[in-house]
């Protein structure tokens, strides 16, 4: 059973930073592609970044260049470093792992920034 943990999240002033982690209990970790998602209420869960095993990134148009994903495979955990936070950063937080057709996601984390 893979399972991924994330932390990090919390409240913050706009403009401030927060990094995320995500631990991901899977033997093949290396070998998978992690992204990290966000929803905010009432809107759908959307990709805010993406890193593959072979450490392409990706980024959504909104937080190029605030966000950076990056990984250690030898601790299977994924990162996003958040610099430069707005108000409609705020959103729950998912970490996803995917291997082939099997995908995974955490429990999420709540990142909260105040105006």
């Known amino acids: 059973q893979v399972q991924l943990v994330e932390s990090g999240g919390g409240l913050v002033q706009a403009g401030g930073s927060l990094r995320l982690s995500c631990v991901v209990s899977?033997?093949?970790?290396?070998?998978?592609?992690m992204g990290w998602y966000r929803q905010a209420p009432g809107k759908q869960r959307e990709l805010v970044a993406g890193?593959?095993?072979?450490?392409?990134?990706n980024y959504a148009d909104s937080v190029k260049g605030r966000f950076t994903i990056s990984r250690d495979n030898a601790k299977k955990t994924v990162y996003l470093q958040m610099n430069s936070l707005k108000y409609e950063d705020t959103a729950v937080y998912y970490c996803?792992?995917?291997?082939?057709?099997?995908?995974?996601w955490g429990q999420g984390t709540q990142v909260t920034v105040s105006s």
């Open positions: 899977a033997n093949m970790f290396s070998v998978g592609d």
């Open positions: 890193i593959s095993s072979g450490g392409s990134t």
């Open positions: 996803n792992w995917g291997l082939g057709q099997s995908n995974y």
